[in-house]
């Protein structure tokens, strides 16, 4: 995934509403976004969840009162359709790739080449999954939302162990939608610093705030929710970004990785000419050959092309030894 820029990736998710034509529309508009890779989820309601076993009871959640296999069974992609998803992605030179939810999909998942392997932030502890993913030795992006920091030393622990070599972590707000004051974007540079590892940040704030702070302190990747019409009403259209809005995110995380830079404190060739801005001393009133030079007759004015200000003092008192007009540079060599 190395690259200047960092990785887009525009998370489909249940945005397609069970339609096979809102699915491939979403890759569409992933690639004219300019996005790297558009992402899927590869789950059942049958490999996640048990009919009847939970129904959501945070009355915050978008899907309060839900029960979870009803929930999951709406948002699922089919499994059917995921060839002809990522032929589409592939005719259009986007990345497809998947969040494999237990050791089944995993299997159907190489069978259609999955280049690069997501683990979802809930699916953190599913030890056995995540040797699974490991062993295929291709890239892993993990989310780290809801997790202790000793859940994500173990599980970093075991995708190392189990032959993972390339692996990205992202800061993940499990909440839907989360609050910018529950972002934590802090987090970014320190988890890079704990593991040793790219690091970025799966976003499920309203808006691209979040992501352009996130390539502020270091993101090299970013994930974020796309939906062709947020008033479709779909499972998480809430929190996902419409295709204009996920273009203008592609470009504008382009600008804040520009801006970064590097330490400079010196002039830049954009800056040379700006020196005009600057002050220097000029000759402000006529000024006789023989005639002290005073703070009647001298400014500190713009351009900054003059004489430095910082000898302002020291040329008070002293004698022209020319005639001086006003919008004339104080030169040295003029005084006595």
Not at 62 to 77: K, M, Q, V
Not at 175 to 189: F, G, K, V
Not at 244 to 251: C, N, Q, R, S, Y
Not at 280 to 308: A, T
Request: proline share 4%; charged share 25%; with cysteine.
């Amino acid at each position: 995934m190395h690259k200047k820029y960092p990785f887009v990736v525009a998370e489909m998710s249940g945005n397609h509403n069970q339609s096979l034509d809102n699915a491939l529309k979403i890759v569409d508009a992933a690639a004219n976004s300019g996005a790297d890779a558009i992402k899927l989820q590869t789950y059942t309601a049958d490999t996640i969840s048990i009919k009847g076993v939970h129904k959501i009871d945070n009355p915050e959640s978008l899907w309060f009162g839900r029960d979870l296999y009803d929930l999951y069974h709406e948002a699922h992609t089919p499994w059917e359709w995921h060839p002809a998803i990522f032929e589409r992605a592939n005719d259009l030179g986007i990345i497809c790739f998947s969040s494999p939810f237990d050791e089944t999909a995993v299997d159907f998942l190489e069978s259609l080449g999955n280049p690069i392997y997501k683990i979802a932030s809930f699916e953190i502890n599913h030890i056995p999954l995540l040797k699974k993913v490991a062993e295929t030795n291709k890239p892993i992006i993990m989310s780290i939302g809801a997790s202790s920091l000793a859940e994500v030393e173990e599980a970093v622990y075991t995708l190392r162990s189990s032959g993972c070599r390339d692996l990205t972590l992202l800061k993940c707000t499990s909440a839907y939608p989360a609050l910018h004051s529950d972002a934590n974007l802090l987090t970014i540079p320190h988890l890079k610093e704990l593991f040793n590892c790219n690091v970025g940040l799966s976003d499920h704030t309203m808006g691209i705030a979040a992501p352009l702070v996130a390539v502020g302190l270091g993101a090299v990747c970013i994930e974020k929710h796309l939906c062709m019409d947020r008033s479709e009403k779909g499972v998480d259209s809430e929190f996902s970004l419409e295709p204009e809005e996920f273009k203008i995110l592609v470009g504008e995380v382009k600008n804040a990785f520009d801006s970064r830079g590097a330490i400079n404190y010196g002039l830049i060739d954009s800056e040379k000419k700006g020196d005009a801005g600057k002050r220097s001393i000029f000759v402000s009133d006529f000024i006789k050959s023989g005639e002290k030079i005073s703070k009647k007759n001298i400014k500190i004015v713009r351009p900054g092309y003059g004489l430095h200000p910082r000898y302002f003092e020291e040329v008070i008192g002293k004698t022209a030894l020319t005639d001086m007009h006003p919008g004339e540079k104080l030169k040295f060599e003029k005084l006595k």
